[in-house]
């Protein structure tokens, strides 16, 4: 992703031509400012196309604090669909996977997935390692910081913290396992 206006991108040799270029003796060029895009779709040549500025892509970098959404889980880790870059929201829908080993920063081999998230969960996590297009990102909530921020109760009530692993429903006040995230209120942020 690099900046462009009506530069020369490359050859059509070495590149196919995608959105926001044009074709002009045997080179691909900018037809707007923008980024450039560079998309390796398959075997075939790179596509290369220009988006403006409020087009382009945040993507999840590695360090960056996410907050996703949990879809599944198993013995091993939680697949969760990554909503949020900080507090900008992703247009396009990218999928994460916290690893039993990443979810606490001690006792790592007491941790149960079962008992630290479920399915619906809202969690904020942090990038460890980027995807690809076959694969997940890896993220961890061994922080304090990190972990559920919002849980619902089999009674559909919001559920609120009660420890750093429980949570309770104000309704029921049945009390569930989770891996909750200290959460700071805003004043005593710095």
Request: glycine share 6%; net charge neutral; with cysteine.
């Amino acid at each position: 992703l690099s900046p462009s206006m009506c530069d020369r991108l490359c050859s059509t040799d070495d590149c196919m031509p995608g959105t926001g270029v044009y074709l002009r003796h045997g080179y691909i060029y900018s037809s707007l400012a923008g980024y450039v895009l560079r998309k390796n779709e398959g075997e075939e040549l790179p596509v290369i196309s220009v988006v403006r500025e409020t087009e382009a892509q945040l993507l999840p970098d590695v360090g960056a604090i996410v907050t996703c959404k949990v879809t599944s889980i198993n013995p091993r880790f939680a697949k969760v669909h990554i909503l949020y870059v900080g507090s900008t929201p992703l247009k396009d829908r990218f999928r994460g996977t916290i690893r039993k080993e990443d979810v606490r920063a001690t006792e790592k081999d007491r941790v149960e997935t079962y008992k630290s998230f479920r399915p619906g969960d809202i969690v904020l996590a942090k990038v460890i390692s980027l995807g690809d297009v076959q694969s997940n990102y890896l993220l961890t909530t061994a922080e304090n910081e990190l972990g559920v921020v919002v849980a619902h109760s089999e009674a559909g009530a919001q559920m609120v913290p009660i420890s750093w692993f429980e949570m309770q429903c104000p309704r029921t006040h049945a009390k569930e396992f989770r891996k909750v995230a200290r959460v700071q209120p805003e004043y005593l942020q710095a």
